[in-house]
């Protein structure tokens, strides 16, 4: 089993610039593959990036391109999230997962789930 605990979120103006955390633990090295996700109120889970443990390689959904970077530290077992320029549509709450294909179309190819950090951009 793994355990993932994302920290970072927060209220914060537009703008503004926001690093989520998200700490794994258990078994890390049954997975290969590191995602963020949010998701609104009303609204569907939606990929916000993704990066494989292995070799750094990283996908961003084209919302927050250029705007968020997604980086880890395997020897921490942690991923961060680095969100700049932030908008109120960034509002949501940003889930941690993890699984073995970096994926963003897909929530339901990652295996384990965060409780999730709750991120409020005001206007």
């Known amino acids: 089993q793994v355990q993932l605990q994302e920290s970072g979120g927060g209220l914060v103006q537009a703008g503004g610039s926001l690093r989520l955390f998200c700490a794994a633990s258990g078994r890390t090295f049954s997975t290969h593959a590191m995602g963020w996700f949010r998701q609104a109120p009303g609204k569907e889970r939606e990929g916000v990036s993704c990066i494989n443990t292995s070799d750094g390689h990283s996908y961003t959904a084209d919302s927050v391109k250029g705007r968020f970077t997604i980086s880890s530290d395997n020897a921490k077992n942690t991923v961060y999230l680095q969100m700049n320029a932030l908008e109120p549509e960034d509002s949501a709450v940003y889930y941690c997962?993890?699984?073995?294909?970096?994926?963003?179309?897909?929530?339901?190819?990652?295996?384990?789930w965060g409780q999730g950090t709750q991120v409020t951009v005001s206007s």
């Open positions: 997962a993890a699984g073995n294909v970096c994926v963003l179309s897909f929530w339901t190819a990652y295996d384990h």
